[in-house]
């Protein structure tokens, strides 16, 4: 079965909760070795064995990680927001191969025997030495500290994704069947309808468009998008309803709205240093009825925008997470 490309690869998604479940019972295994030192003994055969193994299957990771194509990140992710979850990879995987080696290495350097099971032992990496044994206790101690900390902070900013901005970011890694929802889109040169799957929001890097659902009928949406804008102190430049322009020359056209937007405090300077971007500014949001009960909005995308112009980073991200929050807002959890 072909890899969905907006999901991570099948052995990376089963590798990353694998870890996340061995990685959170070592951490409370390694609370309760300090807790309850009546059970120091037992707790430690298994934390021992457990961090080789961690360290095996992050080495396994990392392979697979270089070897596959990652899924991009989500449109409502800013450049920054980008950043700093690709530098939280990377210090989740440091983290992960620092702690196994460092607990070894602290093992070894108290003399102690490194029981894995029964009768497999590991070789000392380091000589037997209190000093360093001292050194390296506290450094295991703090780097577990600042794993637990990495761990609660990819936590938090998946839940906000999922819960608040609904970008639907926790797909690209899940195991279980992603949700969508089908959608009847109309062939223009077939009155017939054609069924495929449609999720809330799409990107098409190819005509660098996002594509969301609106969970309203077609008059709502244009009437809640304006709305909508309107709080936030964005200007709505002009409302072009140009299935009645097509109307009044004798044509028609499926229910089209076309909703000029922006904020000149904010275009203004962009336009000053890259005068062709006024092509594409004011920002634009295209509302079409596709049946009665299917409504899209459609925007450019701000990679597209970025790589046209060249700009050096992406400085409309905020109007694709502010459309992704308000068309989810309607929408059922």
Known sequence: ????????????????????????????????MVASLGNYHRLVAIHRPLGILLLILAAIRLVNRMCTTLPPFPPTMSPMERRVASASERLLYTLMFALPLVGWGMLSAGH???VMFGPMHLPPILPASPTLYAVLRTTHTLLAY????TFLAHLSAVVFHTL????????????????????????????????????????????????FTSPWPYRETVERIE???LAKKI????????SAEAAAVGLTLRPTTLIIFGDPSKGTPLMVEHPDL??????????????PSE?????????FLQNRYGLPSSPFVEVVRFFTVLTNSGAQP
């Open 295 to 303: 409504v899209y909005v459609g925007l450019t995308s701000p990679e």
């Open 164 to 211: 608040i901005i609904r970008d639907r970011l926790l797909d690209r890694m899940a195991l279980w069947p992603t949700h969508s929802r089908k959608s009847k889109i109309i062939d223009d040169k077939n009155p017939l309808t054609q069924q495929m799957e449609t999720p809330p929001m799409i990107t098409d890097p190819s005509s660098g468009i996002v594509k």
């Open 278 to 291: 006024a092509l594409d500014l004011p920002l634009k949001a295209l509302v079409w009825e596709a049946s």
């Open 235 to 242: 200007k709505v430049f002009a409302n072009i309803d140009q």
């Open 227 to 229: 709305a909508a804008l």
């Open 146 to 149: 600042l794993l637990f900390l």
């Open 112 to 114: 102690y025997p490194i």
């Open 1 to 32: 079965m072909a890899n969905n490309p907006a999901q991570f690869a099948l052995l990376s998604r089963i590798l990353h909760w694998l870890m996340a479940a061995m990685l959170l019972t070592m951490l409370f295994i390694g609370v309760a």
